[in-house]
Nanobody, 120 residues
Framework: QVQLVESGGGLVQAGGSLRLSCTAS????????MGWYRQAPGKQRELVAT???????NYADSVKGRVIIFRDSAPNTVYLQMYSLKPEDTAVYYC??????????????WGQGTQVTVSS
């Protein structure tokens, strides 16, 4: 089993900053991609940013220039640094990991989500 523990959500005023973190642990052989998705009330879950094991990052257009994703190899942690937050960034943010549990099997894993609320 693989467990994802998220932290860093909360309430912030528009224009403020937050840093989310997510640590993966458990039966992990290696991690390919880590990232963050978000889901606002009444909307579908959407990509925020991902980063590969080679540190290639990908950002949603809506957050480019305001968000930085980075990771530590040990202990399998990914961070999402958010700046200039807007009310439309309000959502539950979910950590995502695509991990190999052995040399031939890989799965997607999701965290339980952390609430980010941006007040105007």
């Amino acid at each position: 089993q693989v467990q994802l523990v998220e932290s860093g959500g909360g309430l912030v005023q528009a224009g403020g900053s937050l840093r989310l973190s997510c640590t993966a642990s458990g039966s992990i052989f290696s991690i390919n991609t880590m990232g963050w998705y978000r889901q606002a009330p009444g909307k579908q879950r959407e990509l925020v940013a991902t980063i590969t094991s080679e540190s290639r990052s990908n950002y949603a257009d809506s957050v480019k220039g305001r968000v930085i994703i980075f990771r530590d190899s040990a202990p399998n942690t990914v961070y999402l640094q958010m700046y200039s937050l807007k009310p439309e960034d309000t959502a539950v943010y979910y950590c995502y990991v695509h991990a190999n549990i052995d040399t031939s099997l890989s799965y997607d894993y999701w965290g339980q989500g952390t609430q980010v609320t941006v007040s105007s």
